[in-house]
């Protein structure tokens, strides 16, 4: 009976079982290390592309910066120098007359607002497909700098008049060149901000306004804060359209 029991023990299935199993866990660790090999390429692929992101990201709100600067200078100058149609001789020292800050506060607003756009747009699931190339952008511009120049220049018998002209101004160029309930939206946002904070910088004596209507500013102030934000968020967009297609088409 003991040498029964032995030859029973020795025939159990343990072994067989483990012989069948085997196939199982090679399987499994070769399906592991496969796993290993692939991902490691696409996290080096992605972390790649999240760095040429951020690249590009740091070059539109630097372009943004330096076209927020550059307008800023152009329309003190049109602002100080409304009646002179050449530069005079010290065209250098009327163009840089304005206090240092207002150029850098200009061109960090702009870098802002023009990442500002895009950002919303893709957030709504909207994105802005009216007239985007560069000559709208160009064409946007001047006209942005028209109703600025038009704000000094434009004599009128009262503020108000004035203020539903450049009204009808800024209105007239969103929907030539938005015309996107973002684009609206985001400009009568700017304008509000932006028209209180010169409010308070004005009330605390940073500057001032010649003839103010509205509170301490001008009352057409807000036309102009609204045209720029239509104007600075098509840039931004047109910038991030670039850096869409260096993403996307070569890999269509």
Not at 47 to 74: K, N, Y
Not at 92 to 115: D, E, K, Q, R, Y
Not at 140 to 165: E, Y
Not at 234 to 239: A, F, K, S, Y
Request: hydrophobic letters at 50%; aromatic letters at 10%; one cysteine or more.
């Amino acid at each position: 009976m003991p040498e029964l029991e032995a030859q029973c023990w020795h025939c159990s299935c343990p072994t067989g079982t483990k012989a069948k199993s085997t196939p199982g866990v090679t399987s499994i660790a070769s399906a592991a290390v496969m796993m290993a090999a692939v991902s490691a390429p696409l996290s080096s692929v992605r972390d790649t592309l999240r760095r040429v992101q951020a690249t590009h990201l740091i070059r539109q709100g630097l372009v943004l910066f330096a076209v927020g600067v550059l307008l800023a200078l152009v329309l003190n100058l049109l602002q100080v120098q409304r009646n002179v149609t050449l530069f005079p001789e010290e065209a250098m020292a009327i163009l840089f007359s304005s206090a240092w800050w207002v150029p850098l506060c200009c061109g960090t607003a702009a870098a802002v607002v023009g990442l500002l756009y895009p950002c919303i747009d893709r957030h709504l699931g909207e994105p802005h497909k009216f007239k985007r190339e560069w000559a709208s952008v160009m064409r946007c511009i001047a006209v942005f700098v028209g109703i600025n120049h038009a704000s000094a220049k434009l004599d009128f018998a009262n503020n108000v008049q004035l203020s539903l002209t450049l009204a009808a101004l800024s209105l007239g160029l969103w929907w030539t060149f938005d015309r996107s309930r973002s684009g609206f939206g985001l400009g009568i946002t700017i304008a509000f901000l932006a028209t209180l904070v010169t409010q308070v910088l004005v009330y605390n004596g940073v500057y001032q306004y010649t003839s103010p209507d509205f509170l301490y500013v001008r009352s057409w102030l807000p036309c102009i804060f609204f045209s720029g934000g239509v104007t600075v968020g098509n840039i931004g967009r047109q910038l991030a359209m670039v850096s869409h297609n260096i993403f996307v088409l070569p890999w269509r």
